[in-house]
């Protein structure tokens, strides 16, 4: 099986982590740029990219459960960033949905690579 969905969700909890330590900085040094939202979501973004990690690595051994919920994560949460991004009464700051477009891209990659055949068929 390919290392490409590992590494990609290696991209995507560093760039969670850095979402997290920047809502931080801000937070410290421009109160009025972070909301109580911003936390929320960049904490539960770290959390689940923590647990895409750990799917990851069962993907590689051909879980089939893992390959699913990989597939709903990065269906979903491309979805779901998209909708953060481009809804003009989003709650969310414009630094924060930019940062959340990037991660929305490492999604999308991650659903092709997920889908290829190559993939699939190493999945039991």
């Given at each position: ?19 997290l ?21 960049a ?82």
């Amino acid at each position: 099986m390919t290392s490409t969905p590992l590494r990609l969700l290696q991209l995507f909890t560093a760039l969670s982590a850095a979402l997290l330590a920047a809502t931080a900085i801000l937070s410290a040094t421009d109160p009025a740029a972070v909301n109580g939202v911003v936390w929320i979501r960049a904490a539960g973004i770290l959390l689940l990219s923590l647990l895409a990690l750990r799917w990851a690595s069962q993907l590689r051994t051909g879980h089939r459960g893992a390959y699913r919920r990989l597939l709903w994560v990065s269906i979903a949460g491309s979805l779901g960033i998209a909708a953060l991004a481009l809804l003009p009464d989003s709650p969310f700051p414009l630094w924060f949905r930019i940062e959340q477009s990037i991660q929305g891209l490492v999604l999308l990659t991650l659903a092709a690579t997920l889908l290829r055949p190559s993939v699939r068929a190493a999945v039991r």
